[in-house]
């Protein structure tokens, strides 16, 4: 069965800072990754995903991820975040099923 | 392009009632999710659907939850009786038919409270 974790439960950053936030994943063959935000009072939506390829996905507002194999890991990147970016951040995957499993999610706090 | 909606929004009812949710997905997307979102936790797949017939529901708690997607467009889920575990908020995402991408797009969710 295939599973994600997602290890920081709240993050607090000042604007400017870099982002990093971790999700690992646990599924032995071929995986699409995928991170999802969910903005205050918005609907979740897709930051970005991985299928193939470049394992270095860009996505929208400056958010980037990396697919390491060896680590099972999908980490999402920003080089400076601003205030807008508070928001709660989700890591799926989906494996040889049909369906996404999503991690326990990520609040982010970005400070004026 | 109008998104996926639902509702009610909220819902409050007390434990052994029921309840039903509504979800109208995008236009032409073939397949319909709903999912269940505890609070602290990340989304939880119940049943999919593809056009209307069902997908995956084998964490769906069928002695309780039922879901159809009649005519392959809107779809109702429905929890009878309801216990208060089941306090939640329910999402409806849809995609299109090519699983290739597989881009969900979420509706804004109900959130239920059961008392």
């Known amino acids: 069965a295939q599973s994600v974790s997602q290890h920081n439960h709240h993050v607090i950053l000042s604007e400017a800072a870099s982002l990093e936030l971790g999700c690992n994943y646990s599924y032995g063959g071929t995986v699409n990754l995928f991170w999802y935000v969910q903005y205050p009072g918005q609907h979740l939506q897709l930051l970005l995903k991985?299928?193939?390829?470049?394992?270095l996905v860009k996505g929208i507002k400056g958010f980037e991820a990396e697919f390491i194999k060896s680590k099972f890991s999908f980490n999402l990147r920003k080089p400076s975040v601003q205030w807008s970016d508070t928001a709660e951040y989700f890591c799926?995957?989906?494996?040889?099923?049909?369906?996404?499993?999503f991690g326990s999610g990520t609040q982010l706090t970005v400070l004026p | 392009e109008a998104g996926v909606a639902q509702s009610p929004r909220y819902k409050i009812i007390e434990k052994r009632q029921s309840v039903a949710f509504w979800c109208n997905p995008i236009?032409?997307?073939?397949?319909l999710y709903w999912y269940q979102q505890i609070l602290g936790q990340g989304p939880k797949l119940l049943i999919q659907f593809q056009n209307n017939g069902v997908v995956d529901d084998s964490q769906l708690p069928k002695d309780r939850f039922s879901a159809e997607r009649l005519k392959g467009v809107d779809s109702t889920l429905k929890i009878q009786p309801a216990k208060l575990e089941d306090s939640a908020v329910y999402l409806c995402?849809?995609?299109?038919?090519?699983?290739?991408?597989?881009?969900?797009?979420f509706g804004p969710g109900t959130r239920l409270t059961v008392t």
């Open positions: 991985y299928f193939s390829g470049d394992p």
């Open positions: 995402a849809s995609s299109e038919m090519d699983i290739q991408t597989y881009e969900q797009y």
């Open positions: 799926a995957v989906k494996g040889s099923a049909r369906q996404l499993t």
């Open positions: 236009s032409g997307h073939a397949t």
